[in-house]
Structures are given as structure tokens and as C-alpha cells.
T-cell receptor
């Protein structure tokens, strides 16, 4: 089983719909992140959470919200999807105690039509 | 804000060649630097992690170096193979930052 699991793997949704992307981890890491990847723009940080009660906006948080339901679960919501939110979304984790780098999930490819 | 630049953006080499991918960053106060591999439409696989106190890390045919003072890292791939074809991403965790800052990647094609 993957250390960082994202669901769904692929999703097509219509403009205006609410959608949730989910992430769960078995690494035991305290920190979790959501990134999006767009061609030519690289990976950009949407939100990050250093523990269950600590959630922070990244550089491109507009139009998104998150929930850290438990240390192992971090979900990303698009309240009203729009076409320019079409992208590849990645969840990542890290451990503040060890500093041993980040682990990424396999990604969710989201298409908003 | 930490800016991370990767050069070249794309590279095509024949099988067997040794090659170097470059990464530069603007703020030398870093916690660590991580190199990732990404296959088309897939997730990120961590290749090497270099802590700020280290000069290099090696894994198999891969060697990554770090020069904090000049804001540079290189990823050296020895004896390249077609299976090495992928996009390679450099990511920096700054002391003042809260997450990784990524370069836009180098797309590598190794031809048989």
C-alpha cells in the first residue's frame, strides 16, 4: 500500500460543482500539504497544515478550502469548480522531527468542464 | 520568496552518456534540497535529499551535490538509460519557508 494515498485518481466535474479531493497517509508525519501542478508553471502550494489545529494558506489558496480531519487525513475542497482549476493535484507529507524530506501521493487529475 | 530555477528545461541524450542537470536558488539559507523524478502524468518519486550541512548524496548512478554559498545544486546521472527518461524536479526547503519551493523541472529524454 502507498504511504500517501489520494482519491480519486481522476475526476471530471462540471463548472460550479463542489468537489473534494482526499488524502490519507500512513507515514505518521505531522505535516501535510496540497500542491497543484500546471504545465509551464510547476508545482504551487495551495494549503499546508503543520498539525490538526494548524492550517495555513499557501500562495494560491483562492477558490480552495481544506480540512485536517485527523493527523493522517487532509482533504482539499473546491467549493464551486471553475475550468482554470483543471490541473494535477498532489498531496504531500513531511515529518518536522526528522527533516527527512517530503513524500508525495500519486496525484489526482482534475478536469473541470 | 525563494526562487528555484532549473536549466536546461529539456535535454535529449543518447543512451550511455553521463549528464548533469542544474538547479539554482536565490536564498542560500536552506534547510534541505530534494530531487524528484516525475514520469508523465504520474506522481513524484524522491531521488535524493541533501541536508544543508551536506555537500553531496549518492544513490546508484545518481549523485547530487549542493553548494549553498553559490545557491546551486547539480544532479549527475551516470551511464544514462532509456528508463531514465522523465522530468526531474529540484525542490528547496528554505529556513524561512514553510514548504518546498519547486523549479519547473528538466525534461530528460534518453534515446536508445
Amino acid at each position: 500500500d502507498a504511504d500517501v494515498t489520494q482519491t480519486p485518481r481522476n475526476r471530471i466535474t462540471k463548472t460550479g460543482k463542489r468537489i473534494m479531493l482526499e488524502c490519507s497517509q500512513t507515514k505518521g508525519h505531522d505535516r501535510m500539504y496540497w500542491y497543484r501542478q500546471d504545465p509551464g508553471l510547476g508545482l504551487r502550494l495551495i494549503y499546508y497544515s503543520f498539525d490538526v489545529k494548524d492550517i495555513n494558506k499557501g500562495e494560491i489558496s483562492d477558490g480552495y478550502s481544506v480540512s485536517r480531519q485527523a493527523q493522517a487525513k487532509f482533504s482539499l475542497s473546491l467549493e464551486s469548480a471553475i475550468p482554470n482549476q483543471t490541473a494535477l493535484y498532489f498531496c504531500a507529507t513531511s515529518d518536522s522531527r526528522t527533516g527527512r524530506g517530503y513524500t508525495f501521493g500519486s496525484g489526482t487529475r482534475l478536469t473541470v468542464v | 520568496k525563494q526562487e528555484v530555477t532549473q536549466i536546461p528545461a529539456a535535454l535529449s541524450v543518447p543512451e550511455g552518456e553521463n549528464l548533469v542537470l542544474n538547479c539554482s536558488f536565490t536564498d542560500s539559507a536552506i534547510y534541505n534540497l530534494q530531487w524528484f523524478r516525475q514520469d508523465p502524468g504520474k506522481g513524484l518519486t524522491s531521488l535524493l535529499l541533501i541536508q544543508s550541512s551536506q555537500r553531496e548524496q549518492t544513490s546508484g548512478r545518481l549523485n547530487a551535490s549542493l553548494d549553498k554559498s553559490s545557491g546551486r545544486s547539480t544532479l549527475y546521472i551516470a551511464a544514462s538509460q532509456p528508463g531514465d527518461s522523465a522530468t526531474y524536479l529540484c525542490a528547496v526547503h528554505s529556513n524561512s519557508g514553510y514548504a518546498l519551493n519547486f523549479g519547473k523541472g528538466t525534461s530528460l529524454l534518453v534515446t536508445p
